[in-house]
Each structure stands twice: as C-alpha cells, then as structure tokens.
C-alpha cells in the first residue's frame, strides 16, 4: 500500500456529519461538474448552483465571476457548500513553459516544479482552484498528438516529472490561496491508443499496464495529487470510466487514494457510445459504482443518479462515498474556511520573473541533435550577414504550443526579433519565411530564400510543425515535416551556406532524410512565451544546450512505436543479421537474409536515442563499477561512474543509469532508465557520479499483481544516454 493523499481525520468526520445533513438531491449535485458561462453568470446556472444541483464549474477565469459563483454556492445554496473551479492549466496560464514533453527535455525536475508553481500562481489570481495536469500518459507512438502533453516514452522519467508538477500546483499546502489541486490524467494507458489515433481502443497486456502505464500514477499519488482524471480509452473492452480494476482496485485498493476521481470531458456519457452501456441511466450506473466522483460536463448522474438509487440499482451508501471524497477535497482546500479570491494578493502575470524562469526552462529543453564541423555556437564578432529562415521563425502563436487556453501570444518573443535584439546593428539578418505554413506547398519564395542564403555566414531554418498540428485530436500518420519544408531546406542546403535546423514541434519528427542535409540541428518541443531569446543564447553560445530527449526520434514513421525500453524478443535483430533491402542479393533465398527482428528498408536503431543531447564540449565516461558484487534483498548498492568534460567549454551533463534483469519471471526490457543525476563540469574537470540502488529499484510488478525484485543477476549501464554501453554486473542474492 503506498502513502496515499490521506486527508486528516477531522476532516473526514466534518465532510461525514455534512454529508448526513444532504439531501439525494444534494449529494448528487455535488457529482456534476458544469462549463461556466464564460465572464457571466447566465441565469440557468445561477439557479443549479443555488438549487445545490452544482459541485463544480469548468473554464471560468474572471475572477470576478468565479467570486460570484462561489458567493452563489456559498450564501444562496442550502448547505453552502464551495465550489471547485477547473481548467487546464497544462503547461502555463498567461506565462507560456514549453509544453510538457519540452519540459521532459530538461530532465530536471526542479524546471517543472517551477513552472507549475507560477502557473498555479497565475491561474489562482482568477480563482482557477483546480488543474486537470499533469497529463502522465506514457507516450511512444509520436503519430498521437497527445505526446506533446505528456513527458515521453520512459515510465521512470515520467514518474519523477509528474510528482515535480503535483509538488508544484499544490505547494506545500492545498488549503494555501496560490495552490491549485492537480490532476493526474489519462488514467490510464490513454497513451496506448492503437495507430497514434487519439480516443482509438487500447490493447495493453496486463503485465505493461502494470509495469509501464501505472507506475507514473503511482508516483503522482505518492506524491500527494488530490484528484485522477480517467481515460476516454478502453482498455481490454472496458473503458477506463467505468473500469473497476483501474478506479476500485488498483487506485482505491492497491494504492490507497482517497482523493477525487473526475470523468474525462463527456465520458460518462460515451461509455454508451463505446458499446459497454445501453444509454446514459446504464452509463450513471457502470460509472457510479466504478467509482468516478464528479462527471464532467455530461449529466447522466444528474439525470438517473436519483432513480438508479430509489430503485436499488445503486446502493446510497455508494452515492455518500463518490460525495464524501469531493467533500473532503474542498476542506482539504479550504474552500469552506476562504472561498474567494483576492487578485490583488497575487502577482502580476506574465512579470519578469515569471518570463525569466519561462526563458530558463526554454533553455534546459532545447536539444542539440547535431553539431558538425562545429558550426555552433555562431561566433557573434564574426557574423556579418545571418538569413533566417522558415515558416516558424517569427510565430508568437505557434512557439506556445498545444493546450494554450490562458496564454498570451502578446508576451511571446520568437526567434526572429530575438535575434534581431541580440545581434544589433553589426549584423545584417535577412528574413525570408521561405512557406505561408509549414503545411504549405507553395514555394513562390523558395527563390528569395535561395538569395538570402547564398553567401550569408549561416542560414538558420526554422521549421517544424505548428501548434494545432499536435494535441488532442491532432494526430498524422505520416510524422516527416509538413508541407514543403524538406524541399526548402533541401534548397537551402544546396547554396553551400552552412544550415542551422531549428525544429519546433510538439512530438518526435522523422527526420531521417533532413539531418544529413545541414551541417547543426537543434530540437525545441514547442518552447514557449521565452522561446525565442532561449534559442537565441544557444546558437551564440550564451548558453550551453542542455536537454536531453525524453522520446526516441525515429528515422522514418514505420518505425512507430520505437522505444528504448524495448523487449529483447526470442530472435532480436544483431549487427551480423541486419541487413538493408538494397543490399539482398538478387533472387536471394528464402533463409539467407534476416530472421531476426528487423525491417528491411530502415536500421532499427532510432536517428537519436532516448536521453541523447550534444553539448559545444565533449564528455567522456569511464570506470562503470558497483561498490559490491552483490547485494542482499532489502541492501543497497552504490554504482559509479567517473564523467570527465574534455573538451573546452561548461557542460550540463545528464547522467543516466539504466538497469536490465535479464532473467526474470516476466520477460523484462532490454534496458530501463531507473535513475540520473544532473552534473555541471568545467572544461577538465572530472567527477564520480554515484546512484544508490535499493532492491526496489530492482523491483517489478510481477505476475501476481505484487512488486516483486527477484534474486540473481543485473546488468547496469551509466552514460549519456540510452545507448550507453559500458556496463557493469551484480547479483541480487536469495533471501
Ligand atoms: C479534454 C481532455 C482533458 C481535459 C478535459 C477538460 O477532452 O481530454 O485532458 O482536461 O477535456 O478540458
């Protein structure tokens, strides 16, 4: 059982004595989350709220009619119970962060920590009192736009991220005016949906839904977050909204959660449009006992809760938990004791200092993927005449990124004027967008692009995929770049100009045909309001690169889905048996060419690993060694590794240690990322990174549903990413 939110006794027992005060009206208006009117109160929702018919409001952010949504709640209604009041504030509110899987890029939990504190700040300043984020999907099939939500491919990764937004939206008390409740969502295996096809069905093994989907929840739970959200995806023909194995057994059981459970927007409902339920009285019912406490934006609880009770197809006694969790969520908020905001206790949105910590958290995410012949960093003193170009050079809107409800394209700084700003007069930059879009095919400014190109000391391509071309329903089966945008680059490269890539996208490319071409590249998921003068400081050297991918990039979409954590299979692909369809021999026979796990027209490996990041030096890894050659069950080992910069500048390393147990009751992945440290090291300087490794982190969920770290022996990699390769063994003795 692990640590769940557990709220205070006292306030079990005065949520208890509320509760027998409510009528079954009442009880089931605390179940029904609303859409607010948006800047007004319209009159149909003044008279639920006071009629009790209410728990919560969706997408108000004016503070002033928040404030009289609660005054309604809190003097007009019977039982004057608060109201909550949700939005999604994903990655930002009128300060812009990247979106979260450039925030994964920064493998620094402190930047995501950060960041949900100001955009709690922020979104608390208009009486947002609740988040649905952070989104835990574990996301490796880049064609689901929804990847740009999520934190990546990697469960360990992913769970040390989330928990870092739960601390941040809540702080350290829930009851505090600047804390919001966070949400865990999609639970669960929403990242699982077949083809990349957003809301499509999942197939995820039990033993996977244990060991890669779940764990992320577990850890947002250990972490304290107040509320899951559930899935629109079914999983094994049952949808997460009504799946007792996810919400009764593994969350309220296992993991002992005692927070608040909300539907997916309409999800209640389209249980019947999934096939599982006959129509919405049958939909209350599957949801209801189930165990989702408020529904979201449907109304099949408002609408059969009350005969699904009388008629004894829902026992009450079912209905009074669903009430009792809310109600000990908004004590545990104190939305009984202060109910109201106060904007002016606040800080200004957007200020400085929240711009300053967008800029920083821009910085950590962008990854540098190529750098030959030491192209970058551009040497200011010596740049006369700079072309930028690209479709997403000078886009406020689009650097923001997906799930941009509250953000101000107003604050954003792209890259053109930021560089501009930065290089000054001395240095001519010639601006040509080269495409109307990135989704464009009309190249009538191919040719001034050429121009500009040619003869200019760095021609810097800003391409990718705009904002709308990721997120929820935004999927594409075809994950090369857009439009026409190989072509110009194609044509850029052609001038002999040394070509700077600039990728901004909110999932993993194929890029196999456009790296070759240009001589640097540099990966920003979407970066952000600061997104812009942060891409600026890495390409003069103001800044060093820093990120680290937090998904693998694929060569070509075939690929998908394409993970480190990959299983070695009974026939996995080796350096002597793969071999490339242009290379099979004519009328080659039937046995004489493959035979283990690879395609034909692409190498199996990805164009840049999980964890993968350059630096403007070199890093170099020795001495892989274990303090022990093995531990006893419940001891610990201590696996080191020395990390020397060798080459002339700072460098922000992440070092990463990967775990395999290569036999085990459950066939285990080739590798799993269970740990990492982050280490500045100055040109030389040469350090031992340590990582503590428990028997826990041994540990899987075995066959029976129970962690269970098995004896014998492990392999244990330390390095700069996930194909590191210097390894070093230990056994986990018998008990
Ligand atoms: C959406 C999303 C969910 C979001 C909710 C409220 O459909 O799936 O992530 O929080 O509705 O906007």
Same mark, same amino acid.
């Given at each position: 059982?692990?640590?769940?939110?557990?709220?205070?006794?006292?306030?079990?027992?005065?949520?208890?004595?509320?509760l027998?005060?409510?009528?079954?009206?009442?009880?089931?208006?605390?179940?029904?989350?609303?859409?607010?009117?948006?800047?007004?109160?319209?009159?149909?929702?003044?008279?639920?709220?006071?009629?009790?018919?209410?728990?919560?409001v969706?997408?108000?952010?004016?503070?002033?009619?928040?404030?009289?949504?609660?005054?309604?709640?809190?003097?007009?209604?019977?039982?004057?119970?608060?109201?909550?009041?949700?939005?999604?504030?994903?990655?930002?509110?009128?300060?812009?962060?990247?979106?979260?899987?450039?925030?994964?890029?920064?493998?620094?939990?402190?930047?995501?920590?950060?960041?949900?504190?100001?955009?709690?700040?922020?979104?608390?300043?208009?009486?947002?009192?609740?988040?649905?984020?952070?989104?835990?999907?574990?996301?490796?099939?880049?064609?689901?736009?929804?990847?740009?939500?999520?934190?990546?491919?990697?469960?360990?990764?992913?769970?040390?991220?989330?928990?870092?937004?739960?601390?941040?939206?809540?702080?350290?008390?829930?009851?505090?005016?600047?804390?919001?409740?966070?949400?865990?969502?999609?639970?669960?295996?929403?990242?699982?949906?077949?083809?990349?096809?957003?809301?499509?069905?999942?197939?995820i093994?039990?033993?996977?839904?244990?060991?890669?989907?779940?764990?992320?929840?577990?850890?947002?739970?250990?972490?304290?977050?107040?509320?899951?959200?559930?899935?629109?995806?079914?999983?094994?023909?049952?949808?997460?909204?009504?799946?007792?194995f996810?919400?009764?057994?593994?969350?309220?059981?296992?993991?002992?959660?005692?927070?608040?459970?909300?539907?997916?927007?309409?999800?209640?409902?389209?249980?019947?449009?999934?096939?599982?339920?006959?129509?919405?009285?049958?939909?209350?019912?599957?949801?209801?006992?189930?165990?989702?406490?408020?529904?979201?934006a449907?109304?099949?609880?408002?609408?059969?809760?009350?005969?699904?009770?009388?008629?004894?197809?829902?026992?009450e006694?079912?209905?009074?938990?669903?009430?009792?969790?809310?109600?000990?969520?908004?004590?545990?908020?104190?939305?009984?004791?202060?109910?109201?905001?106060?904007?002016?206790?606040?800080?200004?949105?957007?200020?400085?200092?929240?711009?300053?910590?967008a800029? !920083?958290? $821009?910085?950590? @995410?962008i990854?540098?993927?190529?750098?030959?012949?030491?192209v /970058? +960093?551009?040497?200011? &003193?010596? #740049?006369?005449?700079?072309?930028?170009?690209?479709?997403?050079?000078?886009?406020?809107?689009?650097?923001?990124?997906?799930?941009?409800?509250?953000?101000?394209?107003?604050?954003?700084?792209?890259?053109?004027?930021?560089?501009?700003?930065?290089?000054?007069?001395?240095?001519?930059?010639?601006?040509?967008?080269?495409?109307?879009?990135?989704?464009?095919?009309?190249?009538?400014?191919?040719?001034?692009?050429?121009?500009?190109?040619?003869?200019?000391?760095?021609?810097?391509?800003?391409?990718? !995929?705009? $904002?709308?071309? @990721?997120?929820?329903?935004?999927?594409?089966?075809?994950?090369? /770049? +857009?439009?026409?945008? &190989?072509a #110009?680059?194609?044509?850029?490269?052609?001038?002999?100009?040394?070509?700077?890539?600039?990728?901004?996208?909110?999932?993993?490319?194929?890029?196999?045909?456009?790296?070759?071409?240009?001589?640097?590249?540099?990966?920003?998921?979407?970066?952000?309001?600061?997104?812009?003068?942060a891409?600026?400081d890495?390409?003069?050297?103001?800044?060093?690169?820093r990120?680290?991918?937090?998904?693998?990039?694929?060569?070509?979409?075939?690929?998908?889905?394409?993970?480190?954590?990959?299983?070695?299979?009974?026939?996995?692909?080796?350096?002597d048996?793969?071999?490339?369809?242009?290379?099979i021999?004519?009328r080659?026979?039937?046995?004489?060419?493959?035979?283990?796990?690879?395609?034909?027209?692409?190498?199996?490996?990805?164009?840049?690993p999980?964890?993968?990041?350059?630096?403007?030096?070199?890093?170099?890894?020795?001495?892989?060694r274990?303090?022990?050659?093995?531990?006893?069950?419940?001891?610990?080992?201590?696996?080191?590794?020395?990390?020397?910069?060798?080459?002339?500048?700072?460098?922000?390393?992440?070092?990463?240690?990967?775990?395999?147990?290569?036999?085990?009751?459950?066939?285990?992945?080739?590798?799993?990322?269970?740990?990492?440290?982050?280490?500045?090291?100055?040109?030389?300087?040469?350090?031992?990174?340590?990582?503590?490794?428990?028997?826990?982190?041994?540990?899987?969920?075995g066959?029976?549903?129970s962690?269970?770290?098995?004896?014998?022996?492990?392999?244990?990699?330390?390095?700069?990413?996930?194909?590191?390769?210097?390894r070093?063994?230990?056994?986990?003795?018998?008990?």
């Amino acid at each position: 059982m692990t640590q769940s939110t557990f709220a205070p006794r006292a306030l079990v027992e005065r949520a208890q004595a509320l509760l027998a005060e409510m009528s079954l009206e009442e009880k089931i208006g605390q179940l029904q989350m609303v859409q607010s009117g948006g800047w007004h109160v319209p009159d149909h929702l003044r008279d639920a709220i006071r009629e009790g018919r209410v728990g919560s409001v969706i997408n108000e952010v004016d503070v002033n009619t928040v404030n009289e949504l609660q005054r309604i709640a809190v003097q007009e209604s019977r039982l004057g119970i608060p109201l909550l009041v949700g939005r999604d504030v994903i990655h930002g509110f009128k300060t812009v962060f990247p979106i979260p899987l450039g925030q994964a890029a920064a493998w620094d939990p402190a930047v995501v920590e950060r960041g949900a504190r100001i955009s709690a700040r922020e979104a608390a300043a208009c009486g947002v009192n609740w988040t649905f984020a952070p989104m835990l999907d574990i996301g490796r099939d880049p064609r689901w736009g929804r990847v740009a939500e999520g934190y990546g491919e990697d469960p360990y990764l992913t769970s040390v991220l989330g928990a870092a937004a739960v601390r941040g939206f809540q702080g350290t008390d829930l009851s505090a005016p600047d804390s919001v409740a966070a949400c865990a969502k999609h639970f669960a295996g929403y990242g699982a949906s077949e083809a990349g096809k957003d809301y499509n069905t999942t197939n995820i093994p039990l033993n996977e839904m244990r060991n890669v989907h779940l764990p992320p929840f577990e850890a947002a739970i250990r972490a304290g977050c107040a509320t899951v959200m559930t899935s629109f995806s079914d999983i094994d023909g049952i949808p997460a909204t009504a799946s007792e194995f996810l919400l009764r057994e593994t969350l309220r059981e296992r993991w002992g959660f005692d927070g608040v459970v909300v539907s997916d927007w309409d999800a209640v409902r389209q249980l019947a449009v999934h096939g599982l339920t006959a129509g919405d009285r049958g939909s209350a019912q599957a949801a209801a006992l189930a165990g989702v406490d408020i529904e979201m934006a449907s109304t099949a609880y408002a609408d059969h809760l009350a005969s699904l009770i009388r008629e004894g197809d829902v026992s009450e006694e079912i209905l009074d938990g669903l009430v009792r969790n809310i109600l000990v969520l908004k004590l545990r908020m104190g939305l009984f004791e202060d109910p109201y905001t106060d904007a002016s206790q606040f800080p200004t949105p957007a200020n400085a200092a929240h711009l300053r910590a967008a800029q !920083e958290a $821009a910085v950590a @995410s962008i990854v540098l993927l190529k750098n030959s012949a030491g192209v /970058l +960093p551009l040497h200011r &003193e010596r #740049l006369e005449r700079v072309a930028v170009l690209g479709p997403l050079a000078d886009e406020r809107h689009e650097q923001l990124g997906t799930w941009i409800f509250d953000g101000d394209p107003e604050h954003s700084v792209p890259f053109l004027p930021a560089l501009r700003e930065r290089l000054g007069e001395d240095v001519q930059v010639d601006y040509v967008r080269g495409l109307p879009t990135t989704r464009s095919h009309d190249r009538h400014e191919f040719e001034a692009a050429v121009q500009a190109a040619t003869g200019a000391d760095a021609a810097i391509l800003v391409v990718g !995929e705009e $904002a709308i071309l @990721s997120g929820e329903a935004h999927c594409r089966a075809d994950i090369s /770049l +857009p439009g026409a945008q &190989e072509a #110009l680059i194609e044509a850029i490269a052609a001038t002999g100009t040394p070509v700077v890539l600039v990728v901004m996208a909110g999932r993993a490319l194929a890029l196999e045909s456009v790296v070759p071409r240009v001589h640097a590249a540099l990966y920003a998921f979407h970066p952000g309001t600061m997104g812009g003068p942060a891409l600026v400081d890495i390409l003069l050297g103001v800044e060093e690169p820093r990120g680290r991918l937090p998904v693998s990039l694929p060569r070509v979409t075939g690929q998908v889905p394409i993970y480190y954590a990959h299983k070695r299979t009974g026939k996995p692909a080796t350096p002597d048996t793969i071999i490339r369809m242009e290379d099979i021999p004519a009328r080659a026979t039937q046995l004489s060419v493959g035979n283990t796990s690879f395609h034909l027209d692409v190498h199996p490996s990805p164009l840049f690993p999980f964890g993968f990041g350059l630096s403007y030096s070199h890093v170099q890894y020795s001495d892989v060694r274990a303090s022990a050659g093995n531990l006893a069950p419940g001891g610990e080992i201590v696996l080191m590794a020395d990390v020397t910069n060798t080459g002339p500048r700072t460098i922000h390393e992440v070092a990463q240690l990967y775990l395999c147990d290569p036999v085990a009751s459950l066939t285990r992945p080739v590798r799993q990322l269970i740990g990492f440290k982050r280490l500045t090291l100055h040109p030389g300087e040469r350090r031992t990174v340590h990582f503590t490794v428990t028997t826990e982190q041994l540990s899987f969920i075995g066959r029976d549903g129970s962690r269970v770290a098995e004896p014998g022996q492990f392999h244990a990699w330390i390095g700069g990413d996930a194909t590191a390769d210097q390894r070093v063994e230990f056994s986990l003795l018998e008990q």
